[in-house]
C-alpha cells in the first residue's frame, strides 16, 4: 500500500516562507508525476503544482506561478515544494499526490488522475 507523509507546514507572516516535504513510501514513486494540491476552508481541494516523473517539468497554478517551486529528489523518494512570498489566501491544507499512471507526458491536473494521497499540512499565512 503507497504511503505518502508531508512535513514542514506552520504558522508565518506575510511575505514569508516554507518549504513543504513529501516523503513516499511502500510504493513506486520515481516512475509517477507528482503534484500539489491545496484545500483551504470551506472551498473544493484545487491544484498548485504538479512535476514530471523524471523531473524535467512542471507545472504551477496562476496563483502561485513565480512565488512557489516544485522539486524531487527521486533516489530518496522525496518531493518538495518551496514557497516564498507568501500570502494569507496561501492558508490552507497542503497535500502531495500521486499520478496514477506511470510516466504520464501530460499534466493533469484534476483530483481523479492521482491515486494516493498524504494526510495533508497546514499552512497559515497571518496578515
Known amino acids: 500500500q503507497v504511503q505518502l507523509e508531508e512535513s514542514g507546514g506552520g504558522l508565518v507572516q506575510t511575505g514569508g516562507s516554507l518549504r513543504l516535504s513529501c516523503i513516499i513510501s511502500?510504493?513506486?514513486?520515481?516512475?509517477?508525476?507528482m503534484g500539489w494540491f491545496r484545500q483551504a476552508p470551506g472551498k473544493e481541494r484545487e491544484f498548485v503544482a504538479a512535476?514530471?516523473?523524471?523531473?524535467?517539468?512542471?507545472d504551477y497554478a496562476d496563483s502561485v506561478k513565480g512565488r512557489f517551486a516544485i522539486s524531487r529528489t527521486n533516489p530518496v523518494n522525496t518531493l518538495y515544494l518551496q514557497m516564498n512570498s507568501l500570502r494569507p489566501e496561501d492558508t490552507a491544507v497542503y497535500y502531495c499526490a500521486r499520478d496514477g499512471a506511470m510516466r504520464r507526458g501530460a499534466f493533469l491536473r484534476e483530483t481523479y488522475n492521482f491515486d494516493a494521497w498524504g494526510q495533508g499540512t497546514q499552512v497559515a499565512v497571518s496578515s
Open positions: 512535476i514530471s516523473w523524471d523531473g524535467t517539468r512542471t
Open positions: 511502500r510504493g513506486s514513486f520515481s516512475e509517477h508525476n
